[in-house]
């Protein structure tokens, strides 16, 4: 079972930076690959970025590629989003998720475990 955290969403202005954190529960976060999704009102749950369990691969939406950067500490038991030049259009709830071992990893479906959400707001 692991349960997830996320935090430091916010409201910012476009072209601002924002760095959310996931703080993962358990003694095996090393071995589950950890997923960002986000969902505005009124759309589906769409896939941001995801990283291995080893940290070794990354994947990206196209619409978030060359802006957002996904990381862990396995560590501290956290994976973080850093978002640089954010839009308007990257409003939304930004959700933290976890699968062991995960391959692919790009559907919400793959995924076991979710956090509560964290609202990030980009205002124009």
């Known amino acids: 079972q692991v349960q997830l955290v996320e935090s430091g969403g916010g409201l910012v202005q476009a072209g601002d930076s924002l760095r959310l954190s996931c703080a993962a529960s358990g003694r095996t976060f090393s071995s589950y690959t950890m997923g960002w999704f986000r969902q505005a009102p009124g759309k589906e749950r769409e896939f941001v970025a995801a990283?291995?369990?080893?940290?070794?691969?990354?994947k990206y939406a196209d619409s978030v590629k060359g802006r957002f950067t996904i990381s862990r500490d396995n560590a501290k038991n956290t994976v973080y989003l850093q978002m640089n030049s954010l839009k308007p259009e990257d409003t939304a709830i930004y959700y933290c998720?976890?699968?062991?071992?995960?391959?692919?990893?790009?559907?919400?479906?793959?995924?076991?475990?979710w956090g509560q959400g964290t609202q990030v707001t980009v205002s124009s």
């Open positions: 998720a976890a699968v062991r071992y995960g391959i692919t990893c790009l559907r919400p479906t793959e995924y076991d475990y």
């Open positions: 990283i291995s369990w080893s940290g070794g691969t990354t």
